[in-house]
């Protein structure tokens, strides 16, 4: 079966992401609109402009939304009142993309060990994205949500379990897993455990120290052992090439089942 693949399009790399997924029959997961750098700006000429080009764009789609500093989870009313704001403005943009997947991130703080956090974490959330994936669910989008610092891979679980809501789902992190997760947790489990509610994954790899958006062959990640978990699903997520630089996406490619290119028009 055919890997459910897209590119993760930067704002620098979208116009050569774009070519690689038409050459390739692939999907696109616009990641601009995540960053405060762009929403500062006129951000409503660039979605404009990314409308006009995705018209004719076969592939699937997906979007990533605003993620640096929103605290859902925040025990401070107003910054939840920031991020709730954000996020509503990233589900229209999504709607207005086509794009069906919205990613966030939980942006749980792992350096807090205290049951105490952890416990107003969980009910902060609770009330949180109740309300947002109903307009999700209005607007035709689907909320995943992203483990980032999650060093269990419960933290997310638990409240996809308690909300039970369709349009709420998750987005595993692969290289995040790797790196932030603590050692009784390894991929296998993360998949496991995330099953139910697993629509889209992030693959790249790392170094096991930083951060890195490397190619899938370059790092501590085993993907000839990751790859098949996550395609034995019986449900297998689309799955979003997350890396900073397009010649990385292409070197990936032979990992993956893509089918064969085709010749597209020069863009």
């Given at each position: 079966?055919?890997?459910?693949l897209?590119?993760?399009a930067s704002?620098?790399?979208?116009?050569?992401?774009l070519?690689?997924?038409?050459?390739?029959?692939l999907?696109?997961?616009?990641?601009?609109?995540?960053?405060?750098a762009?929403?500062?700006?006129?951000?409503?000429?660039?979605?404009?402009?990314?409308?006009?080009?995705?018209?004719?764009?076969?592939?699937?789609?997906?979007?990533?939304?605003?993620?640096?500093?929103?605290?859902?989870?925040?025990?401070?009313?107003?910054?939840?009142g920031?991020?709730?704001?954000?996020?509503l403005?990233?589900?229209?943009?999504?709607?207005?993309?086509?794009?069906?997947?919205?990613?966030?991130?939980?942006?749980?703080?792992?350096?807090?060990?205290?049951?105490?956090?952890?416990?107003e974490?969980?009910?902060?959330?609770?009330?949180?994205?109740?309300p947002?994936?109903?307009?999700?669910?209005?607007?035709?989008?689907?909320?995943?949500?992203?483990?980032m610092?999650?060093?269990?891979?419960?933290?997310?679980?638990?409240?996809?379990?308690?909300?039970?809501?369709?349009?709420?789902?998750?987005?595993?992190?692969?290289?995040h897993?790797?790196?932030?997760?603590?050692?009784?947790?390894?991929?296998?489990?993360w998949?496991?455990?995330?099953?139910?509610?697993?629509?889209?994954?992030?693959i790249?790899?790392?170094?096991?120290?930083?951060?890195?958006?490397?190619?899938?062959?370059d790092?501590?990640?085993?993907?000839?052992?990751?790859?098949?978990?996550?395609?034995?699903?019986?449900?297998p997520?689309?799955?979003?090439?997350?890396?900073?630089?397009?010649?990385?996406?292409r070197?990936?490619?032979?990992?993956?089942?893509?089918?064969?290119?085709?010749?597209?028009?020069?863009?």
């Open positions: 079966m055919t890997d459910r897209l590119l993760g704002i620098r790399t979208f116009h050569d992401c070519a690689l997924a038409s050459q390739f029959g999907g696109l997961e616009i990641q601009a609109f995540a960053y405060p762009v929403l500062a700006t006129d951000w409503k000429t660039l979605l404009g402009d990314y409308k006009r080009v995705l018209a004719t764009f076969k592939g699937e789609l997906a979007m990533h939304g605003p993620f640096i500093d929103m605290a859902a989870g925040s025990a401070d009313q107003l910054i939840r920031v991020v709730r704001e954000r996020i403005t990233a589900l229209e943009t999504a709607s207005e993309l086509n794009a069906p997947t919205v990613v966030f991130h939980a942006n749980f703080l792992a350096t807090m060990r205290n049951i105490g956090y952890r416990t974490f969980h009910h902060n959330q609770l009330e949180f994205w109740p947002l994936a109903d307009r999700a669910a209005a607007l035709g989008v689907q909320i995943v949500l992203e483990n610092w999650e060093f269990d891979p419960y933290i997310i679980r638990n409240v996809l379990v308690a909300i039970n809501h369709p349009a709420l789902c998750a987005c595993l992190d692969i290289g897993a790797a790196l932030f997760s603590d050692a009784e947790y390894s991929i296998a489990k998949i496991e455990v995330m099953t139910p509610w697993l629509k889209h994954v992030h790249n790899n790392n170094p096991g120290t930083v951060d890195e958006h490397h190619a899938l062959d790092g501590i990640i085993d993907y000839a052992q990751v790859l098949p978990l996550i395609r034995a699903l019986a449900r997520p689309t799955m979003t090439l997350e890396m900073y630089e397009i010649d990385a996406m070197d990936s490619l032979r990992f993956l089942d893509v089918g064969e290119p085709v010749s597209v028009p020069k863009l």
